[in-house]
């Protein structure tokens, strides 16, 4: 049974922190490389972030960079979004993929509000 199941999204402030996390269960993670999009109300998934199967590689979309950390543990079969300087454009339901086998997680909802 696959899964991807996103936690820590929540309400925080401009300027504040938080840390995704994706929990993936079901296939090999480690063959896989994974990323983080989001989709705001009214607009289209974009990319946020990707990292390869080793962490080697990692990619940004350019509003995120010096922002926004992708990581992942392949032992633990996770992957985490540490998301700093957060903005109000930043708001989105943030979705985990893992790419090799086009699985999606259900989503969690990041909101910077005042």
């Known amino acids: 049974h696959v899964q991807l199941v996103e936690s820590g999204g929540g309400l925080v402030q401009p300027g504040g922190s938080l840390r995704l996390s994706c929990s993936a269960s079901?296939?090999?993670?480690?063959?896989?490389?994974m990323s983080w999009y989001r989709q705001a109300p009214g607009k289209e998934r974009e990319l946020v972030a990707s990292i390869s199967r080793s962490s080697i590689g990692t990619d940004y979309a350019d509003s995120v960079k010096g922002r926004f950390t992708i990581s992942r543990d392949n032992v633990k079969n996770m992957v985490y979004l540490q998301m700093n300087s957060l903005k109000p454009e930043d708001t989105a339901v943030y979705y985990c993929?893992?790419?090799?086998?086009?699985?999606w997680g259900q989503g969690t909802q990041v909101t910077v509000s005042s």
């Open positions: 079901g296939f090999n993670f480690g063959i896989t490389a």
């Open positions: 993929y893992a790419a090799f086998f086009a699985y």
